[in-house]
């Protein structure tokens, strides 16, 4: 039986570790390499490298961690973060990414999911979606909405639609970033998770709002997602990833033990 | 500087410890990654000369079967492939790698190498929570012992990303099993040959430790 998998997203700003709260007030916790390895050899299934870098001229640091970690960590290293193009994508695959996260682009540009699944294979592509509560609206029927640049733009599509629409062209994968849990540390946003699992045949994560290990037990139960992502609770040491896996499998949540 | 199929050359060629096959179908530098890991230095080459020159071969793979059909066509490396495999070197496949060792693949109606007999399928699952591809960590359970599989305990899980699988014509090809709704082949061999759905060099150190038996692997079973 296929477990579910914990993820830890590492968001990495100039070469370094950034935790965002609500995506504004970022500040480094560290370096990125040091942590990835010290997660894979505490039992992680899954790593996320995001590139917040404000300024392009600077975005080639990434590549070189994205390299560094690839040497050491052997577990799916998926990256995103301003990829723009099947170029930016590749580069990204290779210095080490399995998978490639698109988002904001993908959003003013939907052909670029069809252009990577091509290129990389559909399960390489994940399509990250952050995504805001709003009213229910004609343009956001069910109540959520996309943003993009980082949770600073709102866009008038609607985020079940865009799920579904992502499937259709190709991405291998959602994360669901719930902006308004983001940082907050009170829980994922269970009813969008499970709405948009619900709507795709493709692997939905859950993200944004993990502070407890019950959550990431509500998440892979009643928000029915495949993989739980989380950030801040291990970044800071509050868990562990090995203790978050053992609570998980002593509630029954189907998770690997042995690594 | 070219050695014939027969073996003429005109120059001394270089015996590569590994060569990972090279066709275009993705993710060969992880594999090289986790060969380095172990100890192990791998080239990346495309050319059936180094291939049949090699001390192993990796033959890894993401990827469609009908375009790395094409692409092992072109080059002449299906041949090469046949011919490693007839002269006794260890052999790994790896997830596409073991799919195109069988006679057939569904995936684009392609005829692939027939390595080992059997074919290549695509899931088609009743339970709706259950998405395809299988993407994730299962548990690669033995069903017989093979040198590569020493230590593997059935509780073990390795990384897998596939939304085909293979299915041996003959239970005698058939090393470990993984249950996704029904039982599949994780990993199947034949003499020399080995192949695994799974990707060793994602599956951390019990993926680490496959590749590192492979190296040491004298092609026995």
């Known amino acids: 039986m296929l477990s579910k998998r914990l993820i830890a997203c590492l968001d990495v700003r100039d070469g370094k570790l950034a935790k965002s709260v609500r995506f504004v007030d970022t500040k480094d916790i560290g370096d990125p390499v040091e942590k990835a390895r010290a997660y894979y050899e505490d039992g992680l299934d899954e790593l996320v490298f995001y590139d917040i870098t404000a300024s392009s001229d600077k975005r080639s640091i990434m590549l070189d961690v994205v390299e560094a970690v690839a040497k050491e960590v052997f577990i799916p290293l998926s990256v995103g973060g301003g990829v723009r193009s099947v170029a930016d994508a590749t580069d990204l695959r290779l210095a080490g990414a399995e998978k490639i996260n698109v988002n904001s682009a993908a959003v003013r540009r939907p052909a670029l999911i069809a252009e990577c699944a091509e290129a990389l294979g559909n399960q390489n592509v994940v399509l990250s979606m952050d995504i805001r509560r709003v009213d229910v609206s004609p343009a956001c029927p069910s109540g959520y909405e996309m943003v993009i640049n980082g949770g600073r733009t709102p866009m008038g599509i609607d985020a079940l639609a865009w799920a579904r629409e992502g499937e259709r062209l190709g991405a291998g994968e959602l994360v669901v970033n719930a902006i308004d849990a983001d940082g907050t540390r009170d829980g994922y946003e269970l009813k969008l998770t499970a709405l948009i699992a619900e709507a795709v045949r493709i692997p939905v994560i859950a993200s944004g709002g993990a502070g407890k290990p019950e959550h990431l037990k509500e998440a892979l139960t009643v928000g029915k997602a495949d993989a739980a992502l989380v950030a801040s609770m291990v970044h800071y040491g509050d868990y562990s990833v090995s203790e978050l896996k053992r609570y998980l499998h002593s509630q029954g949540v189907k998770m690997r033990m042995a690594w | ?221």
């Open chain 2, 1 to 221: 500087m070219r050695l014939s199929l027969s073996g003429h050359a005109t120059a001394a060629l270089v015996t590569d410890p590994i060569v990972i096959i090279d066709y275009d179908a993705g993710n060969l530098r992880s594999v090289q990654r986790a060969c380095a890991q172990v100890g192990a230095v791998a080239v990346i080459s495309n050319d059936p000369q180094r291939i049949l020159a090699a001390e192993r071969i990796i033959f890894p793979g993401v990827g469609a079967a009908g375009s790395a059909m094409r692409s092992l066509r072109r080059t002449g490396m299906d041949a090469a492939l046949r011919q490693a495999v007839a002269d006794g070197k260890p052999l790994l496949g790896i997830c596409l790698g073991l799919q195109i060792s069988l006679d057939h693949s569904e995936e684009q109606d392609t005829p692939t190498l027939g390595l080992i007999p059997g074919e290549t399928r695509r899931f088609r699952l009743d339970q709706p929570e259950l998405k395809v591809p299988h993407m994730g960590w299962n548990a690669v359970r033995p069903v017989k012992a093979h040198p590569l599989l020493e230590g593997v305990a059935p509780e073990d899980e390795f990384y897998f990303v596939h939304a085909y699988y293979p299915v041996p014509a003959r239970d005698a090809n058939q090393y470990a099993l993984t249950t996704y709704e029904e039982d599949f082949a994780a990993a199947i061999g034949q003499g020399n040959y080995f192949g695994v759905q799974f990707h060793p060099e994602k599956s951390g150190r019990f993926g680490l430790r496959l590749l590192r038996r492979f190296i040491d692997w004298d092609g026995r079973c």
